[in-house]
Each structure stands twice: as C-alpha cells, then as structure tokens.
C-alpha cells in the first residue's frame, strides 16, 4: 500500500490481487510506513519503521504519531497540516521524529488519507523517509537547516521548536521543563592553547558525554561556539544540576592528553517562570551569564519573582526621569534656629515627587530605585540647580538664608562633582557660594575617605560648606573626623527622637556633643520634635536644631510667613532664658 499520489479523491481497495501487492510493497518498501486508522490510531508499521526508529510494533499499535515525538520543521503549526489534509486528503512536510533512544532526526512525512466507498475516511497511510538516507545533497540541506553539522545535535532554529513542543506537553500534561544553557568555561583559552581542531574534538566529546548524561526526552541541543542548551523533563531538585556539573568535571582524554574542562548551568524552569519559549530560554541565558559572573563552574536557576522586581524598579526609574522632566519633583524646605536667641540660620531643602496618582511622595518612596543609576546624578543636580534657583529668589525677595542640599555618595564621589557644582553655580552669579551648603552622610564619607576628602576639598575652593549628615550612624573613627573638613556634625534624629526615652540613645548624643566640642565643631540636632527635647539638648550644649517641633518640611512660599510667626513662638523664644 504505497503513497498514490497521481489521482485526486480516493482510493479504493479493491480487488485481492491489488490487495496481495499492496501487502508485499509494504513489507518491502525502503521508506518506513505506518498505518493509521482514521483517528490517528497506529493499526500497523512496517519492518523499515521498525528498523530506522529502533521501535519494535508491540510498542506502537495503537499510539498516535506524534508518540515519536513527530515535529513539524518548515514553520507550519500541526493544525495547518490538518487543514491540508482536510483539503486534499495528503501532506508533504519536513519532521523530526524521535528515535527509541531518543535522538533526534530530521525526515520527510508525506500522510495520504484513504476512503471507502461510501468516502469516509478508513486509513491512513504515513511515510517516513529519513534524511539521511536521501541524496546527499539533499540530505546536508535538510540536516543543515535544524542540526549541527559538528556534533549532530539539533541546533537552535530546532531547538526552538523542541522547547515549544515541551511546553505544550507541560500544559497538558502537568509537569516541569528545565531549559539549561550550559557554556563551557574559558573555552577561547582552550582553543587559543590546543589549536581549533583539538576545541571541535573537546566539543564533539563534550556533546557525547553530555548527550549521555540525558534520558527519556531529555534534549541537547548546540546553539552556538561552546554554548549548548539541555532540555530536561524530570528534574528532582537542585542535586541534579550538581550532579550534572560533576559530570563535566571527569577529565576528557583527547589524543592523549588529559583535559579537564567546566561549566556554568543556567536554568529556567516552566511553569514557575510562565513566558513564552523565547523568553524562557532567554531566562535560561542570562541566568548562565549569572553564573559565569557568580564565579563559574556553578549554576544559578533564574528568579522569575525577583526578575519582576528588578522590573519594576526600571519603570519606576522611568517614571522618575519623566518627573523630573516634567517637573513633578519639588523642594521643601525645613528650617535650623539656634535655641540660644532664636535666630533661623538656615533651611535644609528636600525632595519630594508630587506624582499626579499617588500623591505627595517622600524622598524614601523613590530615592531609592535611582541608587547605582545614572539618574542618582541627574537628581543630584536637579536639586542643586532648583536650591540655587530658590536662593536667588529668596534674595531678590530680601531673604539671605543658606540653604542645606543632600548630596548622595554616588554623587559626590562621581568624578567631576566640583566642575559640575562650579558650573552650576556661574550659572547663578548673584548668589553668594556660602549660602549653598552640602550635606554628606557620615557613612558615605567613610566609604572612601580619600575620594571623599578630595572631593569635599575642591569644593571649599569654590567657597562651599559641608555638614555631616545622619553623624552617629557611621561609627567615624576621631582620628576620621578631625580629618573631615566639615563645618557642622548634625546628630542623626533617630537619636535625638528617643533620647528623653532610651538612655542609650541619650548616652549617644551625650557623646557626639562631648566629641564635636572637643574637636571644635558647632553641631546641630536632628529630629527636635518637642520642648523638652530642645530643653535637654541646651542643658548638654547643643543649641543648634531643626525638627518637627520648630517647623515641618514647607513649599518655599511659605516660607515667608513662617519666618515671621516664628518671632511670635514665646515659648521657643524663651528658651534661651532658661525657661
Ligand atoms: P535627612 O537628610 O536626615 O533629612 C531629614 C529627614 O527627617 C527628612 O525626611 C525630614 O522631613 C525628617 N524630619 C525632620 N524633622 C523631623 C522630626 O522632628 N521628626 C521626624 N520623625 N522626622 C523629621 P525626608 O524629607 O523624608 O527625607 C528623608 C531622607 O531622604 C533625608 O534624610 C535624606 O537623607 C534624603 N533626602 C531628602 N532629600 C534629598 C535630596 O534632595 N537628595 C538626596 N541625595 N537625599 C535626599
Ligand atoms: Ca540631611
Ligand atoms: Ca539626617
């Protein structure tokens, strides 16, 4: 019963004669041959079936076709297949089918339907012809197109396929699938060393090693120079990728020389990271890439949860950068008195988004996403500039108050800070350098001292002042802070807040006062909340502070008006007097 592929419509058994000549051509023929009843059930294959795929016919009857793994190659999905067998009642199309061992091969599928008298379907006739055993020309065409021609593997354009046939059976029938790119460690170096043909005979081992670590069906696959993706099925935990690791490890032995080569595994396993097969396997990639930055020789499983997070945090950034150029970020101000006298001796400016959802946002809420970005700089100056542009209205309105900026430790450390801050103040000539002070956390400065100094050094050049920020967290060293040159300590709050409360707290700030007079430093309290807390700091000699007890944060209008009830505040006046 060979493929009839002159006459269109059906073809009908007939007589016996025809019968016995169709059994022998079937017994005989070279292609192999199934037989299929109309609903895809195998009734029967022939000895050429059994001999190219290694199956023996107990083992198929019955089973659908695609039991061996039958794949699709020109790009057509299995459903255009299925129309064109409706149309014309055959098909002709490039597979891959699956081998009793589970190796992959390229073939040729033609699928001839047969109709009974009546014209309802009653068989199928399905002919497999292997690639490999067509002309070789035609064969090389074929294997080229979706095999390696170096290690036989299936390369990445069948790859692809193979990953998206895997996920379809995971969806139907439960499971995992772990796509693993694997990339031999300093391959290059190996290569540059023994010489290219020596690296294809260490690949085409490596391949054979690895192929023989698979089973069921497992796939691997060779996507590039050294790098190779595996395709498991039945991975139990974290011990098979170790045991996988180990296994490449074993020496190889290549013309006599003994070889010893590793690698990084990085895996994405379906349907925990639920994406489509491209994605996936480029999960699977970028976790290998982890790997190799990891150290090496080791695997790391990529994180779909923590991959949405580092998402998230980059359209935030973006919403930031759009902010800023759309000016929804704003400076408050909150005001410094001396308690001794009353006197405002300054403001210290801070950020706020005020985002057209959400609301008013506090620093807190999005400082932190731009951390290790270029947008941490680009914030940095915003801030700078609108501070400048501030003190000159506040001049042009008769008010002379210095204004505190916080500068990150990115910031300051990031090169050309004193150029930038030289350039920004030109940009503002009528402002005094003075009135612009910068404060930098205690812990930043320690960071790296020598950066630091240097740079804080080219800025009092400029006329600029520092303060130190959050002092107290940081645990400076004395030697340290006689070292910085520094205009004013400010006591962290969390301190200063609990100081009345926690005598640990009180024994904190008792020390930071003892060591800024020592080292001759005015010091300046954070997170002044109420009377009591400004009366304690006074009676220690701190009589510089700022918190909510004086004033809050404020939009710079109104700043005016507070400046003048801060004259009607007797009891804060009064302070000074000992009250
Ligand atoms: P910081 O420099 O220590 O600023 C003082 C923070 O304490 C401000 O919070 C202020 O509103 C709050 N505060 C002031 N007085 C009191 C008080 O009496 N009690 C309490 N509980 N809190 C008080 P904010 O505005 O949320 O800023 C938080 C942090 O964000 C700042 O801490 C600073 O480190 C950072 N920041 C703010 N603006 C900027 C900026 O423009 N650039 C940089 N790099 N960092 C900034
Ligand atoms: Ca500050
Ligand atoms: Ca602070």
Redesign the pocket.
Known sequence: MQENGQDSGAVVMADAAAGEHAAAAFHQANEAIIIADARDRILDINPAFAELTGYRREEVLGQPPEAFGLQCLAGERPLQLWQALQVDDRVKTEVSYRDCRGRIHPALLSVRRVRDAAGEVSHQVIVLADLASLTSAGRQAGREVYFDGLTGLPNLHLLTQLIHESMQQVRQQGGKLAVCALDIDHFKRINDRLGREVGDLLLSTFAHRVSHLLSGDDVLARTGGDEFVLLLHDIEGDGDFEQLLEAIRQPIVIEGQSLRVSASLGIAVYPSDEVEGDVLLRHANQAMYRAKQRGRNLYHVFDPGLDRQLRLRQERRQRLAAAMAGQELRLHY?PQVDMLGGRVIGV????RWQHPEEGLL???AF?PVTEGTSLEVEL?EW?IEAALRQLQAWLDAGIALPVH????PAHLLSGNFPERLGNLLAGVPEVPSRLLKL?VLETAAMHDIQAALEAMRRCKVLGIDFAI??FGTGFSSLTYLRQLPVDLIKID?SFV?DMLTDPDDMAIVESVVYMANRFKRPMLA????TLDHARALLSLGCTLA????IAR?MPAGELPDWLEAWQGRHDWQALSRGA
């Open positions: 909150q210290e400016a801070l950020v506090a620093p807190g400082l940095g801030v900026v916080n500068i990150s404060e920020d959050d709050q807040r954070e997170g002044v909340e700022q918190g909510y007890g944060p």
